[in-house]
């Protein structure tokens, strides 16, 4: 506050004119800076019409090939998964011992390794699996395809997390359970917790659990970057051994994120390709400290940042539900990639969770719903505020508009409502605000009351407010009560921030006039003429005979 009222001191001290001038500062934080890759859920390097062409003219020959060696090998590996995991005595939460585990390891293990040899994948691998003793939990990333599968049976086939309604799947349920995954289910509202604390139980269990394969992303990117991991590998603080995958192709047909190709469509691309490359690397095993076994998400970073120095990419605050939002946004008949607003920074930093942000990106849709790129003009701004374009909307726009290009985005949107307008539309802020407006103190705003303290404020003498002051009368009875004034200012906190920029910049041009009047001699005209504003209870008006000196100007 002080540096701002100090700027336009100097501002008006330079200029040599007694008239306060508007000088407005934007602060930004660093840490809110947008991140290195914009969109890590959207593919877009497509195949052009030659390697299309190409695909065809392969895929002719090579496709029904590769499916029927795709479904012979599933056949084949079926009869082992069924003996390893029927006629068993053995109860739920046991792991399986003996010659059961040995018949499924390495039959399943083989034929594995057939399954992607017959879909054209020349595989590379470097390093090497860690034994159960070195590292308890394989973390696997960056995830970008179904394809990335190749990890699993590369170390050894240790248990992963699925979703329940998988093992119903024909043939694939069957050998799925042969690998005693972690199970999780949408039904039930336990199932994150339950998913966490089972493999805390199985990695520091002696029963002789396998090891556990996680890809912490949780969902597809196109490997542009590494997004948020989930702490849930890191949760039990044990060793854990990295595992990176690259697909150096020409020609990219495995990724499958929210945009771009289908699981069908990449499945066939796939398939008609010459050959696929894959390169999986073993890093090594990542020991937690101390610090890091108390704080799993300090784990996960560290990892996640191990990981990405060895891609070569950067990391950003993305996560699942981003894309959440992405879908949301899409449904709203915004672009999908307008949802997007890095969920873990943002939460964090602002406080906010899942559902303050998907409320917002309903206020969002309602502002931007004209605009095709889903971004807020300063027009549609002013038209959802219903108030024309002036200079003190034009500066609250800015602060808005955290990289100055002349629009808002979703993501700018949200940090503006927390850091601006949220802090700003307290009960006191609002109970001042009302007083403000109140210009005969009698318990209640009228129109002419609002229109005269809007229309100073925002410098227009002919604005007309009618339509935002029925908005705020609820009750219809041309009287603004103070609950309804609150209600209002509650429900749109825009109006916070743009209400407390006029009191800002009325304090300012207060202080201004002072700091002015002590090195030049008083001005013939009063300072009550410079200054705009309705007589009021918070910034009172001198009146033509009032001979109050500076000292009574920096008490109000």
């Known amino acids: 506050m002080s540096l701002l009222c100090t700027e336009a001191a100097a501002a008006a001290e330079e200029s040599g004119m007694a008239q306060a001038q508007r000088v407005f500062t934007l602060p930004r934080q660093l840490s809110f800076s947008p991140p290195q890759v914009l969109n890590p859920f959207v593919q877009e390097k497509r195949l052009d019409a030659k390697d299309k062409y190409r695909a065809i003219l392969f895929g002719l020959i090579l496709l029904p090939l590769r499916a029927l060696g795709m479904l012979l090998i599933l056949l084949m590996a079926w009869p082992f998964a069924f003996l390893a995991t029927s006629c068993s005595c053995q109860k739920a939460g046991v792991p399986l011992l003996g010659w059961k585990r040995s018949v499924s390891n390495t039959s399943l293990g083989f034929l594995g390794r057939a399954l992607f040899f017959a879909m054209g994948f020349r595989v590379k691998v470097r390093g090497k699996p860690a034994s159960h003793s070195e590292a308890a939990i394989f973390t696997v990333a960056p995830h970008s395809s179904f394809f990335d599968g190749i990890a699993c049976v590369l170390a050894g086939l240790p248990s992963i997390v699925s979703r329940s309604e998988n093992l119903n799947a024909p043939i694939l349920g069957r050998i799925l359970?042969?690998?005693?995954?972690?199970?999780?289910?949408?039904?039930?509202?336990?199932?994150?917790?339950?998913?966490?604390?089972?493999?805390?139980?199985?990695?520091?269990?002696?029963?002789?659990?396998?090891?556990?394969l996680v890809f912490p992303e949780g969902t597809c990117t196109n490997r542009s970057c590494l997004i948020t991991f989930k702490q849930g590998a890191f949760i039990p603080g044990v060793p854990v051994q990295p595992v990176v995958i690259r697909y150096p192709n020409k020609r990219d047909t495995v990724t499958w994120t929210w945009q771009g190709n289908t699981f069908l469509k990449a499945l066939v691309l796939t398939l008609c390709q010459l050959y696929t490359n894959v390169e999986v690397e073993f890093l090594p095993v990542y020991t937690p400290t101390c610090e890091e076994k108390n704080s799993p998400s300090l784990f996960a970073n560290r990892v996640r940042c191990k990981m990405a120095s060895a891609l070569d990419v950067p990391v950003t605050d993305h996560t699942y539900e981003d894309c959440r939002l992405m879908i949301s946004a899409g449904q709203l008949t915004l672009p999908m990639e307008a949802g997007l607003v890095e969920f873990t920074k943002i939460s964090k930093k602002l406080n906010?969770?899942?559902?303050?942000?998907?409320?917002?990106?309903?206020?969002?849709?309602?502002?931007?719903?004209?605009?095709?790129?889903?971004?807020?003009?300063?027009?549609?701004?002013?038209?959802?505020?219903?108030?024309?374009?002036?200079?003190?909307?034009?500066?609250?726009?800015?602060?808005?508009?955290?990289?100055?290009?002349?629009?808002?985005?979703?993501?700018?949107?949200?940090?503006?409502?927390?850091?601006?307008?949220?802090?700003?539309?307290?009960?006191?802020?609002?109970?001042m605000a009302f007083k403000l407006f109140d210009l005969d103190d009698d318990g209640v705003i009228s129109e002419n009351e609002f229109a005269s303290v809007i229309r100073s404020s925002l410098g227009l003498p002919d604005l007309d407010v009618c339509k935002l002051f029925k908005e705020i009368d609820a009750d219809k009875t041309n009287k603004l009560s103070y609950e309804e004034f609150k209600n209002f200012a509650l429900k749109r906190p825009e109006y916070a921030k743009l209400f407390t920029t006029y009191l800002e910049l009325q304090r300012c041009q207060v202080e201004m006039q002072s700091e002015v009047d002590d090195h030049t001699p008083p001005p013939k005209t009063p300072v009550s003429k410079k200054l705009s504003g309705p007589k009021n209870k918070i910034y009172p008006q001198n009146s033509e005979d009032d001979n109050s000196g500076a000292s009574d100007k920096k008490d109000d």
Request: net charge negative; glycine share 6%.
């Open 177 to 212: 359970q042969a690998l005693q995954p972690i199970l999780v289910s949408r039904l039930d509202p336990d199932s994150r917790s339950n998913t966490i604390n089972e493999i805390s139980r199985r990695t520091t269990s002696e029963e002789g659990w396998p090891q556990i």
């Open 352 to 431: 906010l969770n899942w559902g303050n942000i998907r409320d917002q990106l309903d206020q969002f849709a309602a502002i931007a719903s004209a605009s095709k790129g889903g971004r807020i003009r300063i027009d549609e701004f002013a038209s959802y505020l219903k108030l024309p374009v002036s200079d003190v909307l034009e500066e609250l726009f800015a602060l808005f508009d955290r990289n100055g290009d002349g629009t808002i985005d979703f993501r700018e949107y949200v940090i503006g409502l927390s850091v601006l307008c949220n802090p700003a539309n307290t009960e006191e802020t609002i109970h």
